[in-house]
């Protein structure tokens, strides 16, 4: 590739009054699929002074997925979508990106899921499933990190536009013009090298016939020649061990391909990899059909990952305690109650209130106030097993659920948790006595019959209303 050629494709981004546009190009159509006006609005201001490869973006808006069905009936040359999660239904981006990639047929879209909502975010399965390229937190997506999703998008169906039409083209010439087949083997190998990401070819034996350089930095293969060698003696493990499973698994599923992930340590730190593993049947006559070997692309996704444990974490956590929030811990309470009634085990339940919480909020102010919750809940999960569930029903109301723990053992956790509560000794300064804090606590064992948490909180919740009845800092059941 000439000079000149690489400083075209180079990218264009600047930031200037407004986007200097090529010669009579239209700008780039970006589908915004999202139910809150205000998102169509900032993403209008955000794109306004920006432009790629010469050229501005053009937002498109639907406001539902029934919208963005029509919008995309109407026009395919729409490279990146912006799809909010939750619209008219709680399902109604998902679905969306199932028309788009089942219905319509279209891969080359650039799919970038954005939602404010981050209990609603999907799990890893899912996001695979559903063929998404991108996730991001409505609040994360500043300016230059939209522009990072919407550039990768664009590069991405860039990309393979050019892949699909140059495709076309070489099997047009390679059928006319067999003679030209050595020099489109050349120009193929030539792309393969400079893909981003690592790929590999190896034959019906297992052993490889193609890798390009992507390759061979990620696995730290030497610039030696490691045709003819098993993929099994240049692969790391765990990563050989799966390859060849995935291989025996495609010569016997027939077409289609399939997915794994796996780990490698890398010198950066250990790496999540997604192995797409593909069969490649040869097209000749006598040969139709005859399995030539299989390919393999790996993508890195630990970025992904640990974005997906962040929002997994906020998603079940209390911001200020840091134990499972209110949904969170009755998701966790309901699994352990059916575990429990399923197999006839024990299960309790505390209702944890800090006593007169009000007044410390009101004396000392409520930065005294989220230091003493910080402090209590501290000293409660102190005290309790890893198996048991612990969370922040509201204000100072806690909750918590033991497995496998009786009546009689619940009051006995219970007391501990009032004892340990009870030796706090907050400092507050000049001079003033430390803070002290009590709490009252209801018990209640799971009866039978009983399937859901409702029931049991609700005894619990009564016996402790009569402990605080009672003079609180105590116990009841």
């Not at 963005?68 to 981006?93: F, K, N, Q, S, W």
């Not at 806690?398 to 000794?425: D, K, N, S, W």
Request: glycine share 8%; hydrophobic share 40%.
């Amino acid at each position: 590739m000439s000079k000149s050629t690489d400083d075209r494709t180079k990218l264009s981004l600047r930031r200037a009054t407004r986007p200097r546009e090529a010669d009579g190009a239209a700008p780039w159509p970006v589908l915004v699929v999202d139910d809150d006006p205000d998102v169509h609005s900032m993403t209008r201001v955000l794109l306004r002074d920006f432009s790629f490869q010469g050229k501005g973006f053009e937002v498109i808006s639907a406001m539902s997925g029934t919208e963005a069905r029509a919008v995309l009936a109407r026009r395919a040359d729409i490279p990146v979508m912006l799809l909010d999660v939750v619209m008219e239904t709680p399902d109604a981006g998902l679905s969306l990106i199932r028309h788009v990639r089942d219905d319509l047929g279209n891969r080359r879209l650039a799919i970038v899921l954005r939602t404010g909502q981050p209990g609603e975010a999907p799990e890893r399965d899912v996001m695979l499933a559903y063929d998404i390229n991108d996730y991001r937190s409505k609040t994360e997506l500043t300016a230059q990190k939209l522009f990072t999703s919407l550039i990768g998008g664009l590069r991405s169906w860039i990309y393979l536009s050019t892949i699909e039409a140059m495709a076309s083209t070489l099997e047009r010439r390679v059928t006319e013009r067999t003679c030209q087949l050595d020099e489109a083997r050349r120009f193929a190998e030539s792309l393969v090298e400079l893909l981003p990401n690592p790929l590999w070819f190896t034959d019906p034996d297992g052993s490889l016939r193609l890798y390009n350089r992507a390759f061979r930095e990620m696995f730290g293969v030497d610039s030696g020649d490691w045709h003819g060698q098993p993929t099994h003696g240049v692969l790391p493990q765990p990563l050989a061990g799966l390859d060849q499973m995935a291989d025996m698994s495609l010569k016997v599923g027939g077409p289609g391909g399939l997915a794994f992930e796996a780990s490698l340590d890398h010198q950066d730190g250990q790496r999540t990899l997604v192995v797409n593993k593909g069969l490649v049947r040869s097209d000749c006559r006598g040969t139709a059909d005859e399995p030539m070997g299989t390919i393999g692309i790996v993508t890195d996704i630990t970025e992904r990952k640990h974005m997906e444990s962040q929002l997994r974490h906020l998603a079940t956590t209390d911001e200020l305690t840091g134990c499972l929030n209110r949904r969170a811990f009755f998701v966790a309470a309901e699994q352990e109650l059916e575990r429990a009634s399923r197999y006839g085990n024990a299960v309790s339940v505390l209702m944890i209130d800090i006593d007169h919480f009000k007044q410390v909020n009101d004396r000392h102010g409520h930065a005294v106030g989220d230091k003493a919750l910080k402090a209590a809940t501290a000293a409660i999960r102190a005290n309790l097993r890893e198996i048991d569930s612990f969370g922040r029903l509201g204000g100072e109301e806690f909750a918590a659920m033991l497995p496998e723990t009786t009546l009689a053992g619940a009051l006995l956790v219970a007391e501990r948790l009032r004892q340990a509560v009870e030796a706090i000794a907050l400092p507050l300064g000049d001079d003033q006595p430390p803070l002290r804090l009590t709490t009252s606590l209801g018990v209640a064992e799971r009866q039978p019959g009983e399937v859901a948490v409702d029931q049991v909180l609700a005894r619990a919740d009564t016996a402790l209303y009569r402990a605080k009845a009672e003079g609180r800092n105590r116990v009841l059941a």
